[in-house]
């Protein structure tokens, strides 16, 4: 198994940034890609930004490209999503998630583990 724990969450006003961070740990060798996905109240869970763990191959969703990065740090097991410019349509409780295979990087149901979330919230 592997265990995912984010970090970094809060409320912050529109333009600004937060850092996210999942930290990994168990068999996280097994690790093929991490991926962040976010869920606002009443909408679906959706993905955000994914990366691949050993090549660091990235992949965003189009309202994020220019604005969100995502980073490894191999060995602290850490993935980190740096979010700039942020907008109160960012406003979501945020995932990290690893897939185990290479899948489908932007559907939820390919990736295995899950962390319990962090909660991001920007004001207008």
């Known amino acids: 198994q592997v265990q995912l724990v984010e970090s970094g969450g809060g409320l912050v006003q529109a333009g600004g940034s937060l850092r996210l961070s999942c930290a990994a740990s168990?068999?996280?060798?097994?690790?093929?890609?991490l991926g962040w996905f976010r869920q606002a109240p009443g909408k679906e869970r959706e993905f955000v930004a994914a990366?691949?763990?050993?090549?660091?191959?990235?992949y965003y969703t189009d309202s994020v490209k220019g604005r969100f990065t995502i980073s490894r740090d191999n060995a602290k097991s850490t993935v980190y999503l740096q979010m700039d410019s942020l907008r109160p349509e960012d406003t979501a409780v945020y995932f990290c998630?690893?897939?185990?295979?290479?899948?489908?990087?932007?559907?939820?149901?390919?990736?295995?583990?899950w962390g319990q979330g962090t909660q991001v919230t920007v004001l207008p």
């Open positions: 998630a690893t897939q185990l295979y290479s899948g489908t990087y932007y559907q939820d149901y390919t990736y295995r583990y």
């Open positions: 990366i691949t763990w050993s090549s660091a191959s990235t």
């Open positions: 168990g068999r996280t060798f097994t690790t093929y890609r």
